[in-house]
Nanobody
C-alpha cells in the first residue's frame, strides 16, 4: 500500500485548499478511505470518510467546510477545505480504514502527509 499526499501549503484565514492523495498497491475502488490530521503536540483527529458508494461522513468540527471525494478511475482521493481557520493548521494524511475499526486509524495505515498552515 502506498499513499502519497500533496496540495498542502500556507494560506490565509478564509482561503481554500484542495489536498490530493495518490493511492497504489491495493484495490482502491473497493476500499473506504479517510483523511486524518495531526497538529503539533496534539492527538490525531479524523476529519473525513468516504465509502465505496461515495457516501461521506465528517466530525462536527469540520462539517460544512471540508469535502472528501474520490476518483476511482485515477486511484485518487481528495479533500477540499474551504473557509480555512488557524485551527486547521496540521499535517493532513490520507489513510485506509483500520481493520480493527479504530478511529482514527493507526499511523501505519497513513501516507506521509502534507502540511497545511493557516496564518495571516
Amino acid at each position: 500500500v502506498q499513499l502519497v499526499e500533496s496540495g498542502g501549503g500556507m494560506v490565509q484565514p478564509g482561503g481554500s485548499l484542495r489536498l490530493s492523495c495518490t493511492a497504489s498497491g491495493f484495490s482502491f475502488s473497493v476500499n473506504a478511505m479517510m483523511w486524518v490530521r495531526q497538529a503539533p503536540g496534539k492527538e490525531p483527529e479524523w476529519v473525513a470518510t468516504i465509502n465505496t458508494a461515495q457516501r461521506t461522513w465528517y466530525p462536527d468540527s469540520v462539517k460544512g467546510r471540508f469535502t472528501i471525494s474520490r476518483d476511482n478511475a485515477k486511484n485518487m482521493l481528495y479533500l477540499q477545505i474551504d473557509s480555512l481557520i488557524p485551527e486547521d493548521t496540521a499535517r493532513y494524511y490520507c489513510t485506509t480504514p483500520d481493520p480493527l475499526g479504530t478511529l482514527p486509524p493507526a499511523r501505519k495505515y497513513w501516507g506521509q502527509g502534507t502540511q497545511v498552515t493557516v496564518s495571516s
